[in-house]
């Protein structure tokens, strides 16, 4: 029984990467230039997200501005905005010029809902500890990150999905474009 649990837990995940690696390797005989471009491509895109991604730049730059309605806001946008170009559209322009789909850097839905029910139980049982951790004095100091979100439905609408659209550019990049390039 536990020679069982353990063939099937990890012997049976190592045989199918080796697989995986071998029918990967057939396709691109020789020196793989993919995690070599895909690691100066993401040394790139973090100088720029350094440098030029974040409010303090988008403040410099449109500091005449500063005083009107939406500043704050539109601070957020430049910086969600720089992750989704950076994290999500500078991948998917390199992957398609390699040559790759975009499914072979985890950019698909197919086999989304046989895993649905590991997502809903970590989100419930992070829930809790969530919850917990917002009575704190540094959560509340850290949280939200756009303060002014509850000021109208436009603020809070806003930021919600330039808030989910750099999360999901983050993980494409950091989950998707990297982790499958040097797969």
Not at 79 to 88: D, E, I, P, Q, T
Not at 143 to 162: I, Q
């Amino acid at each position: 029984m536990i020679a069982r649990l353990y063939h099937r837990l990890f012997l049976d995940h190592w045989e199918k990467i080796n697989r995986a690696a071998a029918e990967d390797r057939e396709k691109h005989p020789g020196f793989d230039h993919r995690p070599l471009v895909v690691m100066i491509v993401v040394a790139l895109v973090l100088i720029f997200q350094q440098y030029y991604g974040d409010r303090p730049e988008f403040e410099l730059l449109f500091s005449r501005y500063a005083g009107a309605h939406y500043f704050k806001l539109a601070g957020f946008a430049w910086w969600a905005g720089s992750k989704v170009f950076g994290y999500l559209v500078i991948p998917i322009v390199v992957i398609k010029a390699l040559g790759g789909r975009l499914s072979d850097y985890g950019l698909r839905l197919r086999g989304f809902s046989r895993h649905v029910w590991i997502y809903l139980a970590l989100y419930l049982a992070i829930v809790p500890v969530i919850v917990i951790a917002s009575h704190t004095r540094a959560f509340e100091a850290t949280y939200p990150f756009y303060k002014l979100a509850a000021r109208s439905w436009t603020d809070l609408f806003a930021w919600e999905l330039m808030y989910a659209a750099s999360f999901l550019a983050l993980e494409v990049f950091f989950r998707g474009f990297m982790l499958f390039a040097l797969e």
